[in-house]
């Protein structure tokens, strides 16, 4: 299947189809300088294999987790490429979750100024939503993803069965955006997962996850407004996040992010559904810690924070709101 992304001269289609990273040749250029971006938590034949179908392929694996989206990750990825000689022809390919997704889009934004990238996320949480959209990072000063530009892929190849090789929780972590976006937009995909078999729906739901995220980005590619939803749970989230100091998957605390987000009566089905997903965690909430990182998380303005909230299953409302109200709000409905 064939998902296109209309973004006029940045437009760039999104392929979905099990076995697809043996044929990645067919459908990226790659006859060329390559720099294949992976980390040591994906399978090494990974980026192997689509090494092997560049005309140069040159590996760079960086360390799994939050830490390489850093500026030594940054120049790490720059120091390979100019030590093979690459040149502004030639590309970047990331075979990886969002970490590797994120870092490899914004090496590619700035050396020589831009050159091509092509995404191949291997987790499920990269494959519904980080691989889209054109969102690139690195965290800096403790601060997540405060470092980045908007840097569409050339094109996204997303084979559904390279998530087979992840841990329970992995997938599960993924899931949450996929929940996420359901919540704000597709009643149907959120009673998918209130109803069915959530394994042998997996593809359809990536698929669905995928259309939303599209159309949201179609709309507002900068994030000046309605691409706002896509951050449905991430404040309370990355606050959670930052205080659990990594034991934590990032689509388990986006999941505890959103329930104080929902209306009453929508929580009880979300917990339902978090729980059926695996995503549901019990834990010792620092709130001093989350609620200095929700107020300087990078949506806040002043004291106050553009939040997402959805009072009915498939529809929502943006508000800005004092960060402290937000805090207080998560407390009293997390414990």
Request: aromatic content about 6%.
């Amino acid at each position: 299947m064939t998902i296109h992304m209309n973004l006029g001269e940045n437009s760039y289609d999104i392929i979905v189809r099990r076995g697809l990273l043996s044929d990645a040749g067919e459908h990226l250029n790659l006859d060329r300088r390559v720099l294949v971006v992976t980390d040591t938590g994906v399978p090494a034949r990974y980026a192997q294999t689509v090494a092997e179908q560049c005309r140069q392929g040159v590996i760079c694996t960086v360390e799994q987790g939050e830490g390489s989206k850093s500026l030594e990750g940054f120049a790490k990825l720059h120091e390979t490429m100019l030590k093979h000689g690459f040149s502004r022809k030639d590309c970047v390919v990331a075979v990886g979750g969002g970490v590797v997704g994120d870092l490899s889009g914004f090496t590619a934004s700035t050396y020589m100024r831009g050159i091509d990238f092509y995404n191949i996320p291997t987790t499920l949480l990269s494959q519904i939503d980080s691989s889209i959209g054109g969102k690139t990072a690195i965290n800096f000063g403790g601060v997540k993803n405060i470092v980045g530009s908007f840097y569409q892929p050339r094109k996204v190849l997303i084979d559904p069965s390279l998530t087979e090789t992840l841990p329970p929780r992995q997938l599960s972590s993924g899931l949450a955006e996929a929940v996420k976006m359901a919540l704000t937009s597709d009643r149907e995909l959120f009673e998918l997962f209130e109803e069915e078999d959530i394994g042998e729906n997996l593809d359809e739901i990536i698929v669905r996850s995928l259309n939303i995220k599209k159309s949201v980005v179609e709309k507002d590619e900068k994030e000046t407004g309605l691409r706002k939803i896509l951050n449905f749970g991430h404040t309370v989230g990355h606050g959670i996040e930052v205080s659990e100091d990594g034991r934590l998957y990032h689509g388990e605390c986006v999941a505890l992010g959103m329930i104080p987000m929902c209306g009453e009566s929508v929580r009880p089905r979300l917990m339902a559904v978090l729980r059926k997903c695996g995503l549901y965690r019990e834990i010792n909430y620092d709130w001093d810690r989350i609620a200095q990182a929700a107020f300087h998380d990078k949506k806040a303005v002043g004291d106050s924070v553009s939040v997402t909230v959805v009072h009915e299953v498939g529809s929502f409302e943006i508000k800005t709101v004092p960060s402290v109200e937000v805090i207080e709000l998560a407390k009293s409905i997390l414990g």
